[in-house]
Nanobody, 114 residues
Framework: VQLQASGGGLVQSGGSLRLSCAASGSFFSRTAMRWYRQAPGKQRELVATIVSAGSTTYADSVKGRFTISRDNAKNTVYLQMNRLKPEDTAVYYC?????????WGQGTQVTVSS
């Protein structure tokens, strides 16, 4: 199982980015997917979750601005980030738990300038 995250970059405050995480393996459609982020000097925090049936949950700090979605045909999960703020600056990681193991993508840097 491999997770490949992409889509990060530098954006001005108020801008948008869309992150993608492509998963290998046949497990994707049956498992929940998550996005985490880690800012410098801070602990990694859960940003958003989407379960196999499509229900979603979000951290309070991103509700109404971020949207997690999935395309099971492409084995890909997305994180649409709108109205970005400087405090959203972090390395973003996709995550999955499958057959008793944690799987992490390599991380993609998001930097929001004020």
């Amino acid at each position: 199982v491999q997770l490949q995250a992409s889509g990060g970059g530098l954006v001005q405050s108020g801008g948008s980015l869309r992150l993608s995480c492509a998963a290998s393996g046949s497990f994707f459609s049956r498992t929940a997917m998550r996005w985490y982020r880690q800012a410098p000097g801070k602990q990694r925090e859960l940003v958003a979750t989407i379960v196999s049936a499509g229900s979603t949950t979000y951290a309070d700090s991103v509700k109404g601005r971020f949207t997690i979605s999935r395309d099971n045909a492409k084995n890909t999960v997305y994180l649409q980030m709108n109205r970005l703020k400087p405090e959203d600056t972090a390395v973003y990681y996709c995550y999955s738990f499958h057959v008793g193991r944690d799987y992490w993508g390599q991380g993609t840097q998001v930097t929001v300038s004020s």
